[in-house]
C-alpha cells in the first residue's frame, strides 16, 4: 500500500508566479489535510478537504491561498502571487476516518521564493 | 496563541538509557494527542497516540503518558538508540475535524 504522494518534492518559484502543490493520499483515504512548516517552527494547520469539499480551511491565509480535492485526481493546494514569506515546507497528511485517527503523512514539497 | 508547548528546544541522551520528552496543552477540549517523528527533509512519521480517557498506552519501547489535570503528557522511549535521534513533535485534536495543533518540536540526540 503506497504512502501518501507529494509531488514536486522541491517547487522554486519567482515572486509574483503562481504555486501548485499536488498530493495523493494512501489507497482508502479520502480525509486530507494540509500543513505548512516555516523554517524554526512546528507544522501548522491549513485546510481539511474531503472528496469534492472544504470541511475546515481556517488556517488558510485570506487571499491567495485556495485548495482542492477533486472527485477524481490529487488534492491541490495554490498558491497566487507568491511572496518570498511563502517559502515553506508543505505537508500533506490523510486519514482514514476524519475526526480521530492518525494522520498519515507525505514527504512535503520544498518551496523557495526567489 | 500556543496551544501546544513543547518548552524543551533539544535532549541529549546516552543510548541505552531512557529519553522523555514533554508536552503541555492548554485547551481543554483536545481529546487526543499524538507523537510524531520527523527526520530532515521527510515528513512526519506516526508513533503513538493516546486518547484523552486514558492515561497510559504502550507500544514497545513507547509509552505515552497522559496528566490531564496538569494538561501535560509525555513520551517515554527506554532503551534509547541511535536510530531515535530526530525531531519529535507532539500534537494534539479535538473529536470535530481531527486537524491537528503541533508543539515546536524537540530535537531527540541519542549518543552511542
Known amino acids: 500500500n503506497a504512502g501518501v504522494m507529494q509531488n514536486p518534492r522541491h517547487l522554486v518559484r519567482r515572486r509574483g508566479q503562481e504555486a501548485r502543490l499536488r498530493c495523493s493520499p494512501m489507497k482508502g483515504h479520502s480525509h486530507v489535510y494540509w500543513y505548512r512548516q516555516l523554517p524554526e517552527e512546528g507544522l501548522k494547520f491549513m485546510v481539511y478537504l474531503q472528496k469534492e469539499n472544504i470541511i475546515d480551511e481556517s488556517g488558510m491565509p485570506k487571499e491567495r491561498f485556495s485548495a482542492e480535492f477533486p472527485k477524481e485526481g490529487p488534492s491541490i493546494l495554490r498558491i497566487q502571487q507568491v511572496v518570498r514569506g511563502d517559502s515553506a515546507a508543505y505537508f500533506c497528511?490523510?486519514?482514514?476516518?476524519?475526526?480521530?485517527?492518525?494522520?498519515?503523512f507525505g514527504p512535503g514539497t520544498r518551496l523557495t521564493v526567489t | 496563541d500556543q496551544q501546544v508547548k513543547q518548552n524543551s528546544p533539544s535532549l541529549s541522551v546516552q543510548e541505552g538509557r531512557i529519553s522523555i520528552l514533554n508536552c503541555d496543552y492548554t485547551?481543554?477540549?483536545?481529546?487526543?494527542f499524538l507523537w510524531y517523528k520527523k527526520y530532515p527533509a521527510e515528513g512526519p512519521t506516526f508513533l503513538i497516540s493516546?486518547?484523552?480517557?486514558?492515561d497510559k498506552n504502550e507500544d514497545g519501547r513507547f509509552t505515552v503518558f497522559l496528566n490531564k489535570s496538569a494538561k501535560h503528557l509525555s513520551l517515554h522511549i527506554v532503551p534509547s538508540q541511535p536510530g531515535d535521534s530526530a525531531v519529535y513533535f507532539c500534537a494534539a485534536s479535538t473529536g470535530n475535524t481531527g486537524k491537528l495543533i503541533f508543539g515546536q518540536g524537540t530535537t531527540l540526540q541519542v549518543k552511542p
Open positions: 497528511a490523510s486519514s482514514p476516518q476524519g475526526s480521530r485517527g492518525e494522520q498519515y
Open positions: 485547551n481543554s477540549m483536545f481529546d487526543y
Open positions: 493516546i486518547s484523552s480517557i486514558k
